[in-house]
């Protein structure tokens, strides 16, 4: 599409905390300038208009319900750019840790026998947006990086492709200027991860979690032989590694991404 | 008057998460009134079962992206509790300060994106930016010093990363303290200008006796410690929350309902300011008698003020407690080790109201059980009785304008609604 075009742009969300759309409302500063270059036309969390004509979808949340799995359908059908916001919608996010258990023994146990008949509890196995749909971009991370959000969105605007790393975290990590978490004596997820947050959890003194998903073609085997040589036990190597379920993305992902 | 009324708001837009209202008059009796909690369940309780609990911040943090510091303090706090981890007062005074930022900004959230629309009559702030150019560049600029506060403790403004069972794992540097002082001093100014704006904004007549549950500690207003105490003075022992607080399942919605054993009851900022009136700080005083807010607060739209009025108590909250990090000159500590293992319950006044996070964790550290109330689910109940009374008042008005009076009250109680999706009792085997 041409620069002069002004686009359409619509948020919507599945199941998820909503923390990704208060990141892109927490662009404070940026927010005026974004809203001179595109229309925002349908955002639900802050705002009643409710369009269903828009050039680019976000969707942030992972798909668990029969009419999210519609409601997905039908945004790629009108949406032009279809991009993912955040983990749950990238890959599923931390949403996945409910798939290992039966769907009917979560609904008894936790809402009561009663539950099982009732349609409002009705819920599938969590799946990531391109399970589902084709995806345009993935904007990866719980949450999502605010910067990552503001250059993908600025590519978009010069009709550029946005580009997500294909690197680890560890490359973000020896930029930040890090200690080495493994060097502190504790375990990381960094090194499968893939990058783009600037390592803002081991800056902040954590751990990268894997929140943004694998890397392309992970050795995860290597990985979890270094997390048992620095101290876990196999099943805890695996467990952490299962933390964000990830590897799963890139399913349907369009090549032009990359 | 109207005799029959059929209102059916379907996804109620500016709030947080999935909700349907739906209202019924026959022959000018409400036959019906529901709030339809339709956000799809996450099982955040299940999430929890068989992980590690060094990992149940992490992941009870996103139970919610707007009160993620809430749900981590909860959870830290229960895990503390279960685990026998005695907290250095350095560590509380920065979860403190990060909890400070976080209401601010979720009360900000609240009255500039969610209410103020309501207040000109718009879908929603972009219209108001060229407007009410002064206004939004105000409310724009509290918000981005509420989340400095959340990014400097905790290292980002939506699920903090610093937060770790035993400690902080990230101690801010002295200059980065002092340049938030510096940015919340010159917020009082504008938050006085806001005042000055919404005490003059009518609000609708509709004045109901309530019942109004928030935690309560002698000498301060409590937000981070505490007992959850009813204005009909009885109080609710932290590991017995479940003996009082009684949830149950409805059949239209995802979330939970609770009721006291007196039967409706409210949580969240109106309670707070309603229960801990004298505690407030001197500024959030001022600003109280200025808009004429004096307990006891009956009228929920009161919620919105009250809001306001704790954003001078908070901002005010985090200054004293700034000074002393400042004063004492924060150093890098090791983490507590637990010691224990067992139950334990987990409470703190979250935006919306009291919450509770009570986990079981084994002598491996795992955690085997969890449970959550939260304040969005505990209002369900107090917003549906609401609504029931509010609708009867608003019968001879156009349908169009019922809609909106009602979808306001609604919004007025700051719903939650992704986080209410996860009020359950579980039971693992």
Same mark, same amino acid.
């Given at each position: 599409?041409?620069?002069?075009?002004?686009?359409?742009?619509?948020?919507?969300?599945?199941?998820?905390?909503?923390?990704?759309?208060?990141?892109?409302?927490?662009?404070?500063?940026?927010?005026?300038? +974004?809203?001179?270059?595109?229309?925002?036309?349908?955002?639900?969390?802050?705002?009643?208009?409710?369009?269903?004509?828009?050039? +680019?979808? %976000?969707?942030?949340?992972?798909?668990?319900?029969?009419?999210?799995?519609?409601?997905?359908?039908?945004?790629?059908?009108?949406?032009?750019?279809?991009?993912?916001?955040?983990?749950?919608?990238?890959?599923?996010?931390?949403?996945?840790?409910?798939?290992?258990?039966?769907?009917?023994?979560?609904?008894?146990?936790?809402?009561?026998?009663?539950?099982?008949?009732?349609?409002? %509890?009705?819920?599938?196995?969590?799946?990531?947006?391109?399970?589902?749909?084709?995806?345009?971009?993935?904007?990866?991370?719980?949450?999502?990086?605010?910067?990552?959000?503001?250059?993908?969105?600025?590519?978009?605007?010069?009709?550029?492709?946005?580009?997500?790393?294909?690197?680890?975290?560890?490359?973000?990590?020896?930029?930040?200027?890090?200690?080495?978490?493994?060097?502190?004596?504790?375990?990381?997820?960094?090194?499968?991860?893939?990058?783009?947050?600037?390592?803002?959890?081991?800056?902040?003194?954590? +751990?990268?979690?894997?929140?943004?998903? %694998?890397?392309?073609?992970?050795?995860?085997?290597?990985?979890?032989?270094?997390?048992?040589?620095?101290?876990?036990?196999?099943?805890?190597?695996?467990? %952490?590694?299962?933390?964000?379920?990830?590897?799963?993305?890139?399913?349907?992902?369009?090549?032009?991404?990359? | 008057?109207?005799?029959?009324?059929?209102?059916?708001?379907?996804?109620?837009?500016?709030?947080?998460?999935?909700?349907?209202?739906?209202?019924?008059?026959?022959?000018?009796?409400?036959? !019906?009134? *529901?709030?339809?909690?339709?956000?799809?369940?996450?099982?955040?309780?299940?999430?929890?079962?068989?992980? /590690?609990?060094?990992?149940?911040?992490?992941?009870?943090?996103?139970?919610?992206?707007?009160?993620?510091?809430?749900?981590?303090?909860?959870?830290?706090?229960?895990?503390?509790?279960?685990?026998?981890?005695?907290?250095?007062?350095?560590?509380? &005074?920065?979860?403190?300060?990060?909890?400070?930022?976080?209401? &601010?900004?979720?009360?900000?959230?609240?009255?500039?994106?969610?209410?103020?629309?309501?207040?000109?009559?718009? #879908?929603?702030?972009?219209?108001?930016?060229?407007?009410?150019? #002064?206004?939004?560049?105000?409310?724009?600029?509290?918000?981005?010093?509420?989340?400095?506060?959340?990014?400097?403790?905790?290292?980002?403004?939506?699920?903090?990363?610093?937060?770790?069972?035993?400690?902080?794992?990230?101690?801010?540097?002295?200059?980065?303290?002092?340049?938030?002082?510096?940015?919340?001093?010159?917020?009082?100014?504008?938050?006085?200008?806001?005042?000055?704006?919404?005490?003059?904004?009518?609000?609708?007549?509709?004045? *109901?006796?309530?019942?109004?549950?928030?935690?309560?500690?002698?000498?301060?207003?409590?937000?981070?410690?505490?007992?959850?105490?009813?204005?009909?003075?009885?109080?609710?022992?932290?590991?017995?929350?479940?003996?009082?607080?009684?949830?149950?399942?409805?059949?239209?919605?995802?979330? *939970?309902?609770?009721?006291?054993?007196?039967?409706?009851?409210?949580?969240?900022?109106?309670?707070?300011?309603?229960?801990?009136?004298?505690?407030?700080?001197?500024? =959030?005083?001022?600003?109280?008698?200025?808009?004429?807010?004096?307990?006891?607060?009956?009228?929920?739209?009161?919620?919105?003020?009250?809001?306001?009025?704790?954003?001078?108590?908070?901002?005010?909250?985090?200054?004293?407690?700034?000074?002393?990090?400042?004063?004492? !000159?924060?150093?890098?500590?090791?983490?507590?080790?637990?010691?224990?293992?067992?139950?334990?319950?987990?409470?703190?006044?979250?935006?919306?109201?009291? &919450?509770?996070?009570?986990?079981?964790?084994?002598?491996?550290?795992?955690?085997?059980?969890?449970?959550?109330?939260?304040?969005?689910?505990?209002?369900?109940?107090?917003?549906?009785?609401?609504?029931?009374?509010?609708?009867?008042?608003?019968?001879? /008005?156009? *349908? =169009?304008?019922?809609?909106?009076?009602?979808?306001? &009250?609604?919004?007025?109680?700051?719903?939650?609604?992704?986080?209410?999706?996860?009020?359950?009792?579980?039971?693992?085997?």
């Amino acid at each position: 599409m041409p620069y002069s075009k002004r686009y359409k742009v619509a948020f919507f969300s599945m199941t998820s905390c909503e923390g990704c759309q208060l990141l892109v409302l927490s662009c404070e500063n940026e927010l005026p300038d +974004i809203l001179t270059h595109v229309n925002i036309v349908y955002f639900r969390e802050a705002m009643s208009e409710k369009s269903t004509d828009y050039d +680019i979808a %976000f969707i942030e949340g992972s798909a668990t319900t029969a009419k999210e799995v519609r409601k997905l359908r039908k945004i790629r059908k009108q949406a032009k750019i279809v991009i993912t916001l955040g983990a749950c919608s990238s890959t599923g996010g931390l949403n996945r840790l409910k798939n290992r258990f039966k769907i009917d023994d979560l609904k008894e146990s936790v809402y009561g026998k009663e539950a099982l008949g009732s349609q409002a %509890f009705d819920t599938k196995r969590v799946r990531a947006v391109d399970e589902i749909i084709e995806v345009d971009h993935h904007l990866h991370g719980c949450p999502i990086s605010k910067e990552e959000f503001l250059k993908s969105f600025n590519d978009l605007l010069l009709g550029l492709k946005p580009h997500a790393p294909n690197y680890p975290v560890c490359t973000d990590c020896k930029i930040a200027g890090n200690v080495c978490v493994f060097k502190k004596g504790e375990t990381c997820l960094g090194p499968v991860t893939r990058a783009g947050c600037s390592a803002v959890c081991v800056t902040y003194g954590s +751990i990268c979690w894997g929140c943004r998903g %694998f890397v392309d073609a992970p050795n995860i085997a290597a990985h979890t032989e270094t997390l048992q040589r620095h101290g876990m036990k196999k099943e805890e190597a695996l467990s %952490f590694l299962s933390l964000y379920s990830t590897g799963l993305t890139g399913k349907k992902e369009k090549k032009i991404v990359r | 008057m109207k005799k029959e009324l059929n209102i059916r708001v379907k996804e109620l837009t500016r709030v947080e998460g999935h909700g349907n209202i739906v209202i019924d008059v026959k022959k000018g009796v409400v036959k !019906e009134v *529901k709030l339809e909690i339709v956000e799809s369940p996450r099982f955040f309780e299940v999430m929890l079962r068989g992980r /590690r609990y060094d990992e149940a911040q992490h992941i009870m943090a996103r139970i919610c992206g707007i009160c993620a510091t809430s749900h981590s303090s909860a959870s830290l706090k229960a895990i503390e509790m279960a685990m026998g981890i005695r907290i250095t007062p350095q560590t509380k &005074l920065l979860r403190r300060l990060a909890f400070c930022g976080e209401n &601010l900004q979720s009360h900000l959230l609240h009255l500039f994106f969610l209410v103020l629309p309501d207040i000109f009559g718009v #879908d929603s702030i972009v219209p108001l930016m060229q407007s009410h150019p #002064d206004l939004i560049k105000t409310a724009l600029e509290l918000k981005r010093v509420s989340n400095e506060i959340c990014t400097v403790i905790g290292g980002r403004a939506v699920h903090p990363i610093s937060l770790a069972p035993g400690g902080m794992l990230h101690i801010p540097a002295q200059d980065e303290l002092k340049r938030l002082k510096s940015e919340i001093t010159g917020t009082f100014d504008k938050l006085q200008g806001m005042l000055e704006f919404f005490k003059e904004v009518p609000i609708p007549d509709f004045k *109901k006796p309530r019942e109004l549950i928030a935690l309560k500690k002698r000498g301060e207003y409590s937000i981070y410690d505490g007992i959850a105490t009813s204005s009909n003075k009885y109080s609710i022992k932290t590991e017995e929350y479940t003996k009082k607080i009684k949830e149950y399942v409805v059949p239209y919605s995802t979330a *939970k309902q609770a009721v006291s054993p007196k039967g409706t009851f409210m949580v969240g900022a109106m309670a707070r300011v309603n229960n801990n009136f004298r505690s407030l700080s001197p500024r =959030a005083q001022k600003a109280a008698k200025e808009a004429g807010l004096k307990p006891p607060l009956e009228n929920p739209f009161l919620n919105n003020i009250a809001q306001l009025i704790e954003c001078f108590h908070l901002s005010e909250e985090a200054l004293g407690l700034i000074d002393t990090a400042l004063k004492t !000159e924060l150093k890098k500590e090791p983490l507590r080790k637990p010691k224990s293992w067992g139950r334990g319950v987990g409470i703190v006044e979250a935006p919306r109201g009291t &919450l509770f996070h009570d986990y079981t964790i084994d002598k491996r550290g795992i955690i085997t059980d969890a449970n959550c109330v939260i304040p969005t689910a505990t209002n369900l109940h107090s917003i549906e009785e609401d609504l029931k009374a509010f609708v009867l008042t608003l019968l001879d /008005r156009p *349908k =169009a304008e019922i809609q909106n009076r009602v979808e306001t &009250l609604v919004r007025a109680y700051d719903p939650c609604i992704s986080c209410s999706t996860h009020i359950m009792d579980v039971t693992f085997i």
